[in-house]
């Protein structure tokens, strides 16, 4: 269902106006300011552009996993990428990676450090 917009009257805009003009906090824009700001508030239709370097996939994780990130709260995906980036900066390759998950010290080097 598509959400009505409700214009305020005449009467209700002139209110406004004279509310917001007499706010010394938040005083109009001049024609300078606007110029100065108009070509950064003008974009495309749709998401923004990301940072190119990421790519957006489908992983599936356990529940229990994904709520132990979630909780970290804001920024829980990227905290996951760094995580990921850190194991891969340790180990350099998938099969040492295999290999140190087999024995159970995936990152424990850097555990050990920081306990």
Known sequence: MKKKIIRPTARENIAITK??????DSLPLTDKD????????????????????????????????LDFYKSKGEGWQTFINQILGEVKRESKTIST???????????????KVAA
């Open 19 to 24: 509310a917001a003009l007499s706010d010394p």
């Open 34 to 65: 606007w110029n100065e700001i108009k070509h950064r508030t003008v974009r495309g239709r749709g998401r923004p552009p990301g940072s190119g370097t990421k790519e957006q996939i489908t992983l599936r994780i356990d529940k229990d996993t």
């Open 97 to 111: 990676i295999e290999k140190r998950l087999n024995k159970g010290v995936l990152i424990a080097n850097k555990l």
